[in-house]
């Protein structure tokens, strides 16, 4: 069956790509990185027989008075163009396609599908170094061997030195090990250098390769699933391609089943995807699965540098990485033995594209992995409604655990009224007076608050000026280190005023509650307590998150105090109390998803607590304690939550009973973004008039109207059927493409938005 999401779609107009015409006239059909809804002809470039050149191939041609690395789609007979204006290409950057025509054929099929430019999905799928014009060539791995004299020394040599002895033992049992090994070996790179200073140890760079299976697939034995997560893991099937949601409470072991699912693809050569929503579960997955097995498993994100990502780019294309684990555009990972593909957090925002080539990781992956035949698993303790309603639709198969694994408990949910209390910085004294207890018993409390900074705002006490942003319509954050006011929508960052500009008062003061002012107090609240904050300042340098958590794992009392950060995935064993110090955002949202969105974050941050043997506490403090969603949240659940939101959503005609696409304008002119919406509109209307089946609002303002200097408006169409609002948008596209006013403004088409702000 195919995938819910996309079952009534077209094709894209790509289907002849793979046919290559017999005739002496041949012309490349090439896509380039252009914001531009067509390809472009060339004629082959000299020395070259078009027809020995396949489709996916990088080509580098002339574009204007520059050059370009485009990608070959087909070769074809004809052209729209004359002949005597078509240019040859340059040159063939290699021979061997860098997509492949299952990756290819996925790429055109999305830039169809979310009306992007050909050439920039393209690029998404690519690496950086493929898209400036390298050659897809894998770069040898240098590994540790021992020389002639190591291997001859006799056994328990180096006793005197025990990390010596370690790597010796090592080297002797598995001929080589890479820098890698050796970090899980938990062998400092100093050791191995001194062996090698010895001569008892060189270091040689080897090409990688598939290897075969090893005989102990697994470094570690799997845990013992419970009776729910087995009768979870029976119902995957691996030879065909069925859509799975895992919805687990946190805690109750999604990951042992991805991990058993995985050994079961690995034992039949195949090769798995992992999908994760954050640069910071990246290393914590990744250490897990290298823990449980002895095969080769890369990570990719955009924390690598650009060779580190083509390195792991390229082994999973060869076949040498047997696991790739990576964030949202891993997606396009090219697999040789592809089995199996994961979506963990599957509900996480950070799947879905926001610029340029819009596309839904998530939903993508259901197509690709139709399109290869392999099972796909979504896993959530809160799935985005879209998916939850699939699975109770049939459309999905629904594997559900309810009790959190082994002997761990659901934490204890308290719901704190704070209105009329005394907040100390935002927290209730029984917020403090449960922290200290937890502290004092040996255990560490997570405090969460979803705003970065000192404080949200800037404020005149004398005559109410507030530091805004001359930019956007919004408010600048206070920051302390270092000290600054800082957007956090166009990155305008200005310093801290000694007096008032509006009146000249110095009595101006930070208004509200951040991750930096609550790190601030907790700390002076609990001077003998270490507190972590967890942000995207703090956790900025590579490997921040990682260095921050240290502490938090060696299981000494200690406060964390963060964001949204804290709430995906994040395993804290010795923590037993969450303080959520405003537990009302997202309630009075203007986005429809507001309250979902809500619903999903506290429930996450709240699976933090207890993880193991030990009972957790959560406390919500509320302005709003008798609100509906709050009540129905706090004492029925996330899926309570859902059933009531998704009644509201079927009554409004909403996501996932309707379709949306949004096309966005925005220009310094606020007129001239509102006038090109009022073009698409009567355009749109004339392709397809306004009736219950497909209709139209706006265009309106975004609801930051105003952002990085440009006025921002949108145009929104809901459709009760994919399939005509697909045509529609394509024809759309094309005229306000065509159309002088396009050149004014800056605008694009969202299909499916998340985000609709």
Known sequence: MLPALFEDCRSHNYDSMTTTPST?????????????RRCFDYLPPANFNPADIPPGVLMRVPFGNQELIGVLIRVKTESLQESAKLRPAIAVIDSRPALDSELLDLCLWAADYYQCAVGEALQTALPVLLRQGEPAQVRGEPVFRLTTEGKGLPEGALKRSPKQAALLSALQARQQLSRGDLDLLDI???????????????????????????????????????????????????????????????GSGKTEIYLQAIEQCLKQGKQALVLVPEIGLTPQTLQRFQRRFNLPIVALHSGLNDRERLDAWLQARDGIARIIIGTRSALFTPLKEPGILIIDEEHDGSFKQQDGFRYSARDLAAVRAHRLGIPLILGSATPALETLHNALQGRYQYLRLKARAGNAKPPEIQLLDIRGEILHEGLAQASIDAIG??????????????????????????????????????????????????CHHCDHQRSIPKRCPNCNSSHIQPIGQGTERSEVVLQQLFPAHKVIRVDRDSTRNKNGMQKLLVDVHSGEPCILVGT??????????????????????????TDFRGAERMGQLLLQVAGRAGREEKRGRV?????????????????????????????ERQITQLPPYRHLALVRAESKQAIAAADFLQLARRLAEALQASSPLLNYLGPLPAMMEKRGDRFRYQLQINSAQRKPLQQLLSQLALQLEASPQAKRVRWSIDVDPQEMG
């Open 188 to 250: 400092p790179r100093t050791i191995a250098k001194a062996l090698i200073d010895k001569g008892l140890v060189t270091l040689v760079e080897v090409a990688p390769s598939p290897s075969p299976l090893p005989s102990q697939l697994l470094r570690e034995q799997p845990l013992i699933l419970s009776d729910e997560q087995q009768a979870a893991f029976a119902q995957i099937d691996y030879s065909c391609f069925k859509t799975y949601l895992l919805d687990g409470a946190t």
């Open 437 to 486: 207890d937890t502290l004092a018993n040996g255990n560490q409390v997570l405090v969460f608050l979803n705003r970065r900074g000192y404080a949200p705002t800037l404020e005149c006490h004398d005559c109410g000026w507030l530091a805004n942003c001359n930019h956007c319509d919004a408010r600048m954050t206070v920051h302390q280190t270092p000290r600054h006011l800082h």
């Open 24 to 36: 002496a006239s041949l012309l490349l059909e090439i896509a380039l990185p252009v914001p531009l």
């Open 619 to 647: 406390i919500l403090q509320s302005h709003h304690t008798d609100h509906p969603l709050v009540q129905t949240l706090v004492q029925q659940g996330y899926h309570a939550l859902a059933e009531l939101i998704l009644q």
């Open 564 to 589: 949204q950060m804290l709430a995906k995935g994040h395993h804290f064993a010795d923590v037993t109390l969450v303080v959520i110090i405003d537990a009302d955002a997202g309630l009075f949202s």
